[in-house]
């Protein structure tokens, strides 16, 4: 589970689709992993204007990370900066989120991730 | 043969000895290549873009997206959902470059609004038809899958759905479930007529920008050739009294429903009325 499907991924319960607290999953006991990938320069850029950069501090910040700037870059600056690519690509495709819990800020309620792979099948009173 | 949707629910029924004989199966490889392939011609993706598959199984879709070449808009991160551990296991196996969700698309598509370019499905959406509680219906399901993968597709976003109805009435009750939600929907068919047609469900979420005016979905296929579009919707200035054909049985007997009521005398109806007459000459 790359940390960039994390700034994307919302609760499935029903009730939580009108609050803001159901995003972004906050992940707890957390186990991660580092991946060599090639980097996708062009695909950064065009997620660039959709990441949630807010959260994207919020993610990092419990996953560890020392913290994101306050601003988000802007298209042009990312596309000329490599340095900056090379971050973003290894913070966001780089890292997995092998094992662990994904929580909602609304509900409370907790995704298992086991081997990657998150848990978001939901007994039929919750959808 | 049987469909896989007749006998068991998809979890039970995609469980490990099946997952196993899906996915080395070759001939089901090369047939998921080939649909996954035509899936993304008709996405018409330009650049590297983030795509949901939905019901990505053993990632045998996924692999196409990943290992799209530079030249050809490529490659793309993509993230997959299905409801069988079993089917998601052997793509771990495989080594899959997208990220898995074990989720149930027809309890919806838990992403924020506008997250992916495109969307993918082959091979998957009808089993969307079924609905194994008593808890859910059909319609239910496919009602929350169609709003959410609506919600979860950024503005002028297209989603490319293979799949394979039992009947018509499938066909039109997933077609129909998909413009409620909002989509501009079209039917591709590859080979029809013929015992391998395969259905494309091109969806369109909303009025793309870069697609400059006449964003209707047939724009879809316009530059593809090989392909005749059969537009439904377009008919010439309708008749007032609707489509009843002057003269035709229908209308006889409508007329003679209408004299009654009005007192005259009607001879009775039998199985000579309207009857196609003998050609004279």
Redesign the interface.
């Given at each position: 589970m790359k940390v960039l499907t994390l700034n994307f991924l919302t609760c499935a319960v029903k009730t939580c689709k009108a609050s803001s607290d159901s995003f972004p999953l906050h992940p707890k006991d957390a186990e991660l992993v580092h991946d060599d990938l090639e980097i996708n320069p062009q695909l950064l850029v065009n997620v660039l204007p959709r990441l949630d950069w807010t959260a994207l501090r919020t993610t990092s910040t419990e996953l560890g990370f020392p913290e994101l700037p306050e601003q988000p870059p802007s298209a042009e600056t990312l596309e000329a900066d490599e340095a900056m690519l090379k971050e973003l690509h290894n913070l966001l495709v780089e890292t997995q989120m092998m094992e662990g819990k994904l929580v909602c800020g609304h509900c409370g309620h907790e995704y298992a991730v086991r081997e990657g792979i998150a848990n978001f099948l939901l007994p039929s009173h919750l959808v | 043969m049987s469909r896989p949707e007749d006998t068991l629910a998809a979890d039970i029924h995609y469980d490990d000895v099946e997952a196993r004989k899906y996915t080395t199966s070759s001939r089901i490889k090369n047939i998921q290549a080939s649909m996954s392939s035509r899936a993304l011609e008709l996405l018409n993706l330009q650049?590297?873009?983030?795509i949901l598959d939905v019901g990505c199984g053993s990632g045998l879709s996924g692999e196409m997206l990943s290992s799209v070449p530079a030249d050809e808009g490529g490659?793309?991160?993509w993230?997959g959902?299905d409801?069988s551990?079993s089917m998601?296991d052997v793509a771990?196996q495989r080594d899959v470059?997208g990220?898995?969700?074990?989720?149930?698309m027809g309890?919806?598509v838990?992403?924020?609004a506008?997250?992916f370019?495109a969307a993918i499905s082959i091979s998957a959406i009808q089993w969307l038809c079924n609905a194994e509680?008593s808890?859910?219906s059909p319609s239910g399901r496919l009602s929350?899958f169609f709003n959410g993968l609506y919600a979860s597709l950024?503005r002028g976003g297209r989603a490319v759905c293979q799949f394979y109805p039992k009947n018509d009435a499938q066909r039109h009750m997933i077609t129909a479930a998909a413009v409620k939600a909002g989509f501009g929907a079209g039917i591709l068919e590859d080979d029809p007529e013929t015992k391998n047609v395969k259905l494309y469900l091109v969806l369109t979420a909303g009025a793309s920008v870069a697609g400059g005016k006449g964003q209707d979905i047939t724009g879809v296929v316009k530059g593809m050739d090989g392909v005749d579009v059969l537009d439904s919707r377009r008919r010439g200035p309708k008749s007032g009294k609707g489509e009843i054909k002057k003269g035709s049985k229908i209308w006889i007997l409508n007329k003679k429903e209408q004299m009654e009521r009005k007192g005259k005398i009607v001879k009775a109806t039998s199985k000579y009325t309207g009857r196609k007459r003998r050609v004279q000459f």
């Open positions: - | 650049s590297p873009s983030l490659p793309h991160v993230v959902m409801i551990a998601l771990l470059d990220d898995l969700l074990l989720a149930d309890q919806g838990p992403f924020r506008g997250t370019d509680s808890e859910t929350r950024r």
